[in-house]
């Protein structure tokens, strides 16, 4: 497996409370993503990262914000949790080639 | 906006059929497109495909793109029940290196 580590592996909150996830790699790779998994959906891209302090939005950001202070960190922030934002997270990784990905992270917010 | 559609949503088999799974996409600037395997966990990587008319294989697997006509096929001959699970598409820009999934088909192969 590609060195790569999401924390919590499942989590509940409640809403309105601000929640992190986190996203290490031990591979250097350039290029770090957020998604997540929906029925009916599939992998929606919330925001990716091209470098140390280099992030932008992907398709489904509202709500979320992300920090990458370290090439192997990345983290992602729900500023204050909704119902609607229960979903698989996965993290993943690349470097100019496949990504690989994260084993996923399972939030409900009640 | 970039789109990738993946067809059929979903698939019953027997074990031993032969499947065709589809995916077609429009990408501002194309760079590859790939497909993962996702069973209970994260997705995993097959395929990733450049150029055109130039079949990958991989086992029972195999895939090819035209990217003239910007779509993708991913066939499995003699299915088994270890092949059940989500067949994800994605699609890579130029720029960036944004991957854009389709919605994934779940295979099901029966005994």
């Known amino acids: 497996d590609a060195g790569i580590t999401q924390s919590p592996r499942h989590k509940v909150t409640e809403t309105g409370t601000p929640v992190t996830l986190r996203c290490h790699q031990t591979e250097n790779h350039r290029y770090m993503y957020w998604y997540r998994q929906d029925p009916g959906h599939g992998l929606r891209l919330i925001h990716y990262s091209y470098g140390v302090k280099d992030t932008d939005k992907g398709e489904v950001s509202d709500g979320y914000s992300v920090s990458r202070s370290k090439t192997e960190d990345f983290l992602l922030t729900l500023e204050s949790a909704t119902s609607s934002q229960t979903s698989v997270y996965f993290c993943?990784?690349?470097?100019?080639?496949?990504?690989?990905f994260g084993q996923g992270t399972r939030l409900t917010v009640v | 906006e970039d789109k990738v559609v993946q067809s059929p949503l979903s698939l019953v088999v027997h074990e031993g059929d032969t499947v065709t799974l589809n995916c077609s996409y429009e990408v501002t600037n194309f760079r590859s497109l790939l497909w993962y395997k996702q069973e209970k966990k994260a997705p995993t990587f097959l395929f990733m495909l450049?150029?055109?008319?130039i079949e990958k294989k991989s086992g029972r697997l195999s895939s090819i793109l035209d990217k003239k006509e910007l779509f993708s096929i991913l066939n499995i001959t003699a299915t088994q029940t270890g092949d059940s699970a989500i067949y994800l598409c994605a699609v890579e820009e130029t720029s960036g290196s944004r991957l854009t999934f389709g919605e994934g088909t779940q295979l099901t192969v029966n005994p």
């Open positions: 450049t150029s055109s008319g």
């Open positions: 993943a990784i690349s470097a100019y080639t496949e990504a690989f």
